[in-house]
């Protein structure tokens, strides 16, 4: 039992460069997110998926777009990318996006971008 | 004024000492609170959990509650150099997303070290 997993765990691009970060969560939950986290800003949602087949914005979504492929995986990605998107970027899955469900995390990919 | 607000420390205390970690929040409909720790270069891991005004333990651990001074606290008895982390409140309520829907809002966190 792996929980969340997310792959690359670090990553260097140049601005205007495109990638996907992947995630996956082996616990059958419903409900994925994806947050980035930079230094005195804390935690802020990018994006999430109540349940397999919807995606919703969340506090940040621009110049971010997600795809949930199944239940178990729920992938981000930037279409060009730009300095200010230099930050460390989580996954987290609950079972359901109501309130009071607790949210487990991955272990982060860790983006540079010059 | 930030949702949620948290002092981000540094914290520094010896081994054994008690530690009282703060939240303020401004959103009265917040209704579900939750710690969580994260070490350096991991992801956050759920802590404790609660819902309702005044305390809940956890071994070591106390997390309180306070709704009608929007403040929430979480206590660590005996700390060990393994609790220095950093701690992050987060709140559940509904917040006004593009897409409506509920959120987990975090604090800056707080970063505790317990030395030997």
């Known amino acids: 039992n792996a929980g969340v997993t997310q792959t690359p765990k670090f990553q260097v691009l140049k601005t205007g460069q495109s990638m996907t970060l992947q995630c996956a969560q082996d616990?059958?939950?419903?409900?994925m997110y994806w947050y980035r986290q930079d230094p005195g800003m804390g935690l802020r949602l990018i994006y999430y998926?109540?349940?397999?087949?919807?995606?919703d914005k969340g506090e940040v979504p621009n110049g971010y777009n997600v795809s949930r492929l199944n239940k178990r995986e729920f992938s981000l990605r930037l279409e060009s990318a730009a300095p200010s998107q230099t930050s460390v970027y989580f996954c987290?899955?609950?079972?359901?996006?109501?309130?009071?469900?607790?949210?487990?995390f991955g272990p982060g990919t860790r983006l540079t971008v010059l | 004024q930030k949702e949620v607000e948290q002092d981000p420390g540094p914290l520094s205390v010896p081994e054994g000492a008690i530690v009282s970690l703060n939240c303020t929040y401004s959103?009265?409909?917040?209704?579900?609170f939750m710690w969580y720790r994260q070490y350096s270069r991991k992801g956050p891991e759920l802590l404790m959990y609660?819902?309702?005004?005044g305390n809940k333990e956890d071994g070591r651990f106390t997390a309180q509650v306070d709704k009608s001074s929007k403040y929430i606290s979480l206590f660590i008895r005996d700390s060990q150099p393994s609790d220095s982390a950093t701690y992050l409140c987060?709140?559940?309520?509904?917040?006004?997303?593009?897409?409506?829907?509920?959120?987990?809002?975090f604090g800056t966190g707080t970063q505790l070290k317990v030395e030997l």
């Open positions: 987290a899955s609950s079972d359901s996006d109501t309130p009071g469900w607790a949210q487990y």
């Open positions: 616990m059958n939950h419903n409900s």
């Open positions: 998926s109540a349940s397999e087949g919807t995606t």
């Open positions: 959103n009265s409909a917040f209704q579900y």
């Open positions: 609660t819902y309702s005004s």
């Open positions: 987060a709140i559940w309520g509904r917040a006004g997303l593009t897409g409506g829907g509920n959120k987990l809002t």
